[in-house]
Structure formats: structure tokens, C-alpha cells
């Protein structure tokens, strides 16, 4: 995926989360990274990326976020799935997920109006890379 962001000639920034179990920590850590970074911003994430990257998106307000099978709604998580997300977003999530029930995205979707994409693939929708790849390369020419 950082392939195709960058043949489009954008700069990409990859976040370690190592160490911090915490969405909250990493959610902090993503807004502080990111303020460092020139340009408009792109938030893309998947799993417990992308809860943290829908997170961060009210105070970052980047130009979209794309989010593939988002840790939403977990359970003794629900109270920390994002609310305030103000930016074009995209879901993309498997049908075949056993991580994170794909109605969890199917319900964050139609709360925001995100455009949803569900694939038959499992969680970490490797099986389908080259979808998502398109997915993600139309979401960016979408953006302008």
C-alpha cells in the first residue's frame, strides 16, 4: 500500500507502535508524529491502526482516512471507537474476519456515511491486497 501512496508522488510515514498496548498512548503518539509532517495528511490504518488513525482524525484533520477492518466497537473497547471523524472516509473489511466482526465496520459506516468496501477475505485481507490497492489509489485521485 505505501507503494502505491508513493507512486502518486506523496510522502509516507510509517508509525511504531511497539511497546504501546494503550490506544490512547498510540493515538497521543500518531498526533504527535503527525504534527511534524508538511502537507495534507492521509490517515490509513488497519485493525488497532485504524481505531487509532479514525481516533486521531478530530484532532488532526487530515484530507481522508482509510481504514481497513478497524478494531470498532471491541468488546471492553466501545467506549474508545471514534466518534468525530469530519473527513472523507473509506472502510474497507473482510467477510471472513475472525478478529473483528465485520458488522462492527458495517454499523461505523453507516453512523459516519464512511463509504464501505467488505471483501471476501479474512482480517488481514492479504488474500486481497490488490483490491485494496485500487481502493486505496482511487480514495487518493477521489481527494484531488
Do not use: Q
Not at 118 to 133: F, K
Request: charged share 20%.
Amino acid at each position: 500500500m505505501a507503494a502505491v501512496v508513493r507512486e502518486r508522488g506523496i510522502a509516507v510515514h510509517s508509525v511504531d507502535y511497539r511497546g504501546l498496548d494503550d490506544p490512547n498512548a498510540r493515538v497521543h503518539k500518531l498526533i504527535a508524529e503527525a504534527g511534524s509532517l508538511e502537507g495534507p495528511l492521509l490517515l490509513v490504518g488497519s485493525s488497532m491502526g485504524g481505531h487509532v488513525a479514525a481516533a486521531a482524525a478530530a484532532t488532526l484533520h487530515p484530507a481522508g482516512l482509510f481504514v481497513l477492518a478497524p478494531a470498532f466497537y471491541m468488546s471492553g473497547f466501545e467506549a474508545y471507537t471514534p466518534r468525530e471523524v469530519n473527513c472523507p472516509t473509506v472502510v474497507v473489511h473482510g467477510w471472513r474476519d475472525d478478529i473483528v466482526p465485520v458488522d462492527n465496520s458495517i454499523r461505523w459506516a453507516r453512523e459516519h456515511r464512511a463509504a464501505l468496501h467488505v471483501l471476501d477475505s479474512d482480517h488481514r485481507l492479504e488474500d486481497a491486497i490488490e483490491t485494496v490497492c485500487r481502493l486505496l489509489s482511487a480514495f487518493i485521485g477521489d481527494l484531488g
